[in-house]
């Protein structure tokens, strides 16, 4: 296992900028300096969007910027010590030491379990008091080796600064049920708890220990279950049986949040859990006297928690889409790649031969046409297999985002049954809506501690299906093929200024929110289409690639405007404006959140006219694409790519110059002007 850090992984009584992502940006380029991450831009751009998520200042005047990076290539740790502390989020003010954990997209275990180990330490006064007094970077390297070596002792070994009552898969750890913690005697009051945090690596375990010694000082038995990176342990039944409240601190849902249900619960991002871990202690505690407490949830509804429980049902409705969409998107994204590349390898009558070739020829009998035909067709079979889930994928995570686990059977068995009607995409939606609700309402039911078991793997699967899958074919699978086929022979006979107007919407929608719902919605509706599209029907096609063109105009045009014109953006979005053209190029929508977060008003508006022409362009040029994502980097898939590209650099060009005029010309309100120019002054003094 390489060295975590070196030398010239440190920066002594720096000034490293004023702001977070000027500090970030300095500590990428040591990482790559140093041979291990390929590119500045990318290993930025992901500790930047892991910075938006949730601040990652801790109290004690500490900051741990982290993300994992497809650009890292070796697990990696910066540190500085810097001359002019920067603010990072954190309660008690700025931080004045930055460690900056960079790990490869794919890290192993080990690795993992090192970085969360040296995450653990910094709640360590001792340890950062060190790091402070340090006088070279040799001196911050053996600290923080002396620090995570013990990781490396064999299971069951108690070192370092883990603490001794929570509970995962780092060896240092004590096994859950043993004895109380601290000052706490029998019939005292006993807490379970969660952390978890989006990447898995620092927050999660920084959380557990602030807790841990939080409650170790009230005289409280606490047991916690990391769920992070680095593995977890359940915590065993039994303790959370006998426990009286849960805390849950984490920004992603809860693995297993029915093992819980039924006691008082007190949820926060994670960072609660490192800033205040005594008051959400007390918190949990005053929960257990309180008959009204908010509760964990029963059964397959357990899955709900996760969100506020002032939830309305059409905000419900609309996570659960979501939740489909996203699980959908990469079946869909990797089995439209897969079909381009066998048109790509094998001409579009592919589509004809595939099966005949991939079942009776093999690399030792080739066909006719040679390797590349059969290359083509095994490529073209598997992208046409994997795009078949499409609508059992999209059913079964509607239905697992409303039902959690016991949702996710029956919702691929209606989605399957839509698929088999023609009721298609609409259909999945349905059928999967129908699936989560009668699992989640089948959860709800209160039945013998026997049956219990039962209950997630046997009876809600059968019972919602016969539910969800019945109605479809008894009742609304006909009526949803009908509509499904009639929006597609609509589409199909679209002509003109039909199909112009209607790339021009998707325009609108692809820049709206940058990524959020509506977003979502048009770029659900150009994946949906995809499956259907054929040679003699190329209108699925047309549509992908007016939505990904779209979509890559906003960061693109905020990147150009940058360029254009310096001085009406500050320091930090000069710099997101280079990480900009990347996530452009890549149609990666969220590049110009930065900028619409910042300046919404002048922003967005200047993003939707570009990707508006945009849309209505490639429709009207008849660009198509068979690939669902990837931007410019999937030209293989894209026909008529110069009219792509041009649509694209139109559209660019008219948002850019947009955004230009608006911020010079319109101006903000004076409160919000007065506030941006004093932003403005702090970040460039």
């Known amino acids: 296992m390489s060295a975590l850090i070196t030398p010239e992984l440190v920066a002594l009584d720096q000034n490293l900028g004023d702001t977070p992502s000027t500090v970030i940006r300095h500590l990428a380029e040591l990482v790559v300096g140093a041979g291990r991450a390929t590119e500045i831009e990318g290993l930025y751009a992901d500790a930047l969007a892991r910075e938006a998520k949730t601040s990652t200042g801790i109290p004690g005047g500490l900051a741990i910027p982290h993300c994992r990076s497809t650009a890292v290539t070796e697990p990696t740790l910066v540190v500085a010590r810097l001359s002019q502390p920067v603010d990072f989020g954190s309660a008690d003010g700025p931080a004045d030491l930055i460690f900056m954990i960079a790990a490869p997209e794919g890290a192993d275990q080990d690795h993992l379990k090192i970085l969360s180990k040296l995450a653990r330490s910094l709640m360590k006064k001792d340890f950062t008091a060190a790091l402070r007094a340090a006088k070279t970077p040799d001196e911050i390297v053996t600290l923080v080796t ?331 699978g006909g009526p949803i093929a009908w509509l499904t086929v009639a929006l597609s022979d609509w589409l199909n006979g679209m002509t003109g200024a039909s199909v112009v107007i209607l790339g021009l919407i998707l325009g609108l929608m692809m820049a709206f929110d940058l990524g959020g719902p509506v977003n979502k919605v048009a770029y659900s509706f150009a994946v949906a289409g995809l499956g259907a599209a054929t040679l003699a029907n190329q209108a699925p096609w047309q549509i992908m690639a007016a939505v990904m063109a779209a979509g890559m105009v906003p960061p693109l045009a905020m990147a150009l405007a940058t360029v254009l014109d310096r001085k009406l953006f500050t320091p930090v979005e000069r710099e997101n404006g280079k990480a900009a053209w990347l996530l452009g190029a890549s149609f990666i929508s969220e590049g110009a959140i930065p900028f619409a977060a910042a300046d919404p008003l002048r922003v967005i508006p200047a993003s939707m006219l570009g990707a508006a022409t945009t849309g209505a362009l490639t429709m009207a040029w008849g660009v198509t694409s068979k690939a669902p994502h990837g931007g410019i980097f999937v030209f293989f898939a894209i026909e008529n790519v110069l009219g792509f590209i041009l649509a694209i650099v139109i559209g660019t060009i008219i948002s850019a110059l947009a955004v230009i005029a608006l911020k010079r010309y319109v101006r903000k309100a004076p409160s919000a002007e007065a506030a941006e120019q004093n932003n403005t002054a702090l970040v460039t003094a």
């Open 146 to 476: 002396d620090i995570v070596a013990p990781v490396t002792a064999p299971a069951g070994a108690h070192a370092g600064p883990a603490a001794p009552r929570t509970t995962s898969a780092v060896p240092v750890q004590a096994p859950t049920g043993a004895g109380t913690t601290g000052a706490a005697t029998a019939g005292s009051r006993r807490l379970v708890a969660v952390t978890a945090c989006p990447t898995g690596i620092a927050h999660t375990y920084m959380a557990a220990d602030a807790l841990v010694a939080a409650a170790k000082e009230m005289g409280i038995d606490l047991q916690v279950e990391t769920q992070g990176s680095a593995g977890a342990t359940p915590l065993a039944a039994s303790v959370i049986d006998a426990a009286d409240a849960v805390i849950f601190a984490v920004d992603v849902d809860v693995r297993d949040k029915n093992r819980f249900a039924g006691k008082p619960v007190i949820q926060s991002p994670v960072k609660r859990g490192i800033d205040e871990p005594k008051k959400m202690i007390e918190e949990a505690l005053a929960a257990v006297d309180n008959p009204n407490a908010r509760r964990v949830s029963g059964g397959a509804a357990a899955a709900s928690d996760s969100v506020s429980e002032n939830e309305h049902l059409g905000q419900k409705v609309k996570r659960a889409l979501l939740t489909g969409v996203s699980y959908m998107i990469p079946f869909v994204a990797g089995g439209g790649l897969l079909i381009a590349l066998g048109f790509l390898l094998g001409g579009y009558k592919i589509t004809e031969i595939a099966d005949v070739v991939v079942l009776q020829n093999s690399l030792w009998n080739l066909p006719e046409g040679g390797l590349l035909i059969y290359l083509g067709a095994v490529l073209f079979k598997i992208g046409a297999l994997s795009m078949g889930f499409l609508v059992p994928a999209l059913a079964g995570y509607i239905a697992y985002g409303i039902a959690d686990r016991p949702g996710i059977a029956p919702g691929f068995v209606a989605g399957a049954v839509s698929g088999f009607m023609g009721a298609g995409f609409l259909g999945g939606i349905v059928g999967g809506l129908l699936a989560g609700m009668a699992a989640a309402w089948i959860g709800s039911f209160e039945v013998p501690r026997w049956l219990r078991s039962l209950m997630p793997v046997v009876i809600i699967p059968l019972l919602a299906s016969i539910f969800a899958s019945g109605l479809m074919f008894l009742v609304l």
